[in-house]
Each structure stands twice: as C-alpha cells, then as structure tokens.
C-alpha cells in the first residue's frame, strides 16, 4: 500500500510538471506571436505613407504621366522636315556634320570654305527675323516710339506661346530686342504691323530687300518665321548676314546673352537662344536662331576664328544641340587646319 501511494504521488508530480511545461511553451509561443505581430504592424507603419505623401506621390504620378504623354504626342505630331523629306539629311560630308545643309565663307573675300547642300531652298523659320530687322533699322522709324501688342500678333499657325500678353506695351527697340535675341514672335509680328502702309507693305519691303542684295532664292510672306514658305538657301542667307552684320544695333541686340525688363508689375527675363553668345571661346559679331517642324533647327553666325571673319549657315539639323556641336566642329576644324579650299560634300546640291 505504501509502494502504491507512492507510485500515484510520483505520477501525480510527473503530470504536474508536463502540465507546467506545456503551460511555459505555449506562453511562448504567445508571446512569440505577438512580438512577431508588433514587428509586422510597426513595419507596415514605416513604410505606408501618410495621407499627405500619398496624395503628394499620386499627384507626382499623374505629373510626370501628364508630361511624358505630351512629350509622345508632340514627338507622334511631328513632322518630318522639308529637307529630311528631300532626303538632304542623308547627306554626308568630311566633318560629319548634323545638318541638312551647311555653308562656311570668308567675310572678307567670299572665299567658300565648305559647303553642303548649300543652294538648296528650305524652309527658314526665324531666321527671317533677320530680314525683319534689316527693314526695321533701315526705315529709321522712332526706336522709342511705343508699340502695343494686339491679338492680331498671337499666333494662330503654329500655337506658338509668348509671354507679352495682348495689350503689353514695349518701345519698338526693346521689340526688335526681343526678336532677335530670343525670337519674341509677337514681338517680330508688332514691328511688321506697324510699318508705314502695315503688313503687306513690310512684307514687300522684306522681298524687295531681298531682291536688292541678289538673294534669288529668298522668299517671304511674313516677319516672324512661323509660315514654311519663307524660305530661302544657305548662300542667300550668308549674304543677309553680311548685310545685317553692317548695322550696329543688329550686331549688338542678337548678340544679347541675357535681357530684363519691367511689363507692369512683371518682370520678364529673357535668355540668348542661342548659347554659344556666352560661352568666351567664342568671338560672335551677330547670330540668329530658327525652328519649325518644316525647316528643322537653324542657325546662322558671324564669328571671328583663326584669325578670319566668317559667315557659318547651318539649315535643317535634327535638334538644338545638333546645330550647336556642327557649329563647334567647324570651329575646331577651322582652327587646327586653317583651310583654304572647298571641302565639298558627298551629295549633288539640291534646289
């Protein structure tokens, strides 16, 4: 009897300490459990952001979708330009310029250093501004007379926008400023309009200026260079920057890096388009920049390298930075070999 109590007393404490272990190990577990929880909620909580950085986030989201569905449409819409049409951007020449077509002479003696395509006729785009302040200087119309901008200079070809709004007023100086350091269109617009007789006279004064300085290949039908039938070759366009080149006010106001000025109780600072007018490699007497679908990205310079004055026309590149790089490798060329001949390009010229 005693053996057998004893045996149920030490059954009894076996059982009462398996109980007591289980008990521990499932409060482990609990515990276990919640810590792993508190771990996932606190994680959940770092990385969720607050309602303010979601909204913040979405409107980022819808921004940049907004942005790069435009930039699709603009490059679907695009069209090709009259020289890729013509197929002058398959063009190829010893400098591996970008350009459709390009033509470099000297200044002084009208010596032709290279040439690409150069009488083909293309579409200009502003670089008709160029035109348009010849005949702006030479009218000898008041600089400080003021002009005011109408809605008959908002463009309604191309949509371009311009930050002189309708009723801005500006003397005619600070127009032909804008025009031509950061081809302003209303601004080019409001000069035409407001020579004697109104657009189509100044129109005709353009095409008679043309005609006078031999430019057979030019014609226009407005000052701003917004319409593809101005258009023009790149060896008339060299001889209206040797003209314009003469005029002191042209040399300095397309040369403008930079431009301020008070429009009520705004203040609109302009930028050259064209950069190199900043960069103090370069010794640049007169430029003018042009874009437009039809005629690509244009630009014509008046520059002093190696010593020479030339007159460098690049017509039809395929972006902003192309017309710029072809401009530096024929600086770079023009300084390390300062040529004396033709360098030709392998294309029959086309008009």
Known sequence: MQLHRFESSATIHCLSALLLAVSLSMAALSAHAARTAEHRNTAGQELKPSAKAQGHQGRTVRRSKKVKSRRVARRATQRPSTGQLAGLRATTDALALK??????????????????????????????KLMTAMIVTESNQP??????????DVDTEKGS??????????????????????????????????????????????NSKAQELGMTDTR?????????????????LATLVNAAHEHQIIRELSTSPEYSLSVGRRELRYRNTNGLVRDP??????????????AGRCLVMQA???????????????????????AKRVRRWVIESAPTA??????????
Request: glycine residues 6%; hydrophobic residues 40%.
């Open 99 to 128: 350009s459709s077509v390009a033509l470099v002479l000297d200044q002084d003696t009208k010596e032709v250093l290279f040439s690409k395509n150069s009488e083909a006729v293309l579409p200009i785009a502003s670089i008709t």
């Open 143 to 152: 600089l400080s007379e003021t002009l005011r901008i109408t809605q008959a």
């Open 161 to 206: 926008r311009s930050r002189l709004r309708v009723g801005t007023k500006l003397s005619r100086e600070k127009m032909l400023h804008l025009a031509l350091m950061s081809s302003e269109n209303r601004a080019a617009h409001a000069l035409g309009r407001n020579y004697p007789g109104g657009m189509d006279a100044f129109v005709a004064a353009m």
């Open 220 to 236: 226009y039908v407005e000052p701003t260079g917004l319409s593809s039938n101005n258009q023009s070759s790149a060896r008339d």
């Open 281 to 294: 490699d370069w010794d640049i007497g007169l430029q003018k920049t042009g874009y437009i679908s039809e």
């Open 304 to 326: 002093q390298l190696a010593g020479r004055k030339l007159i460098m026309v690049f017509l039809d590149a395929a972006s902003k930075y192309a017309r710029i790089g072809d």
């Open 342 to 351: 033709i360098l030709p390009a392998v294309a029959v010229e086309t008009r």
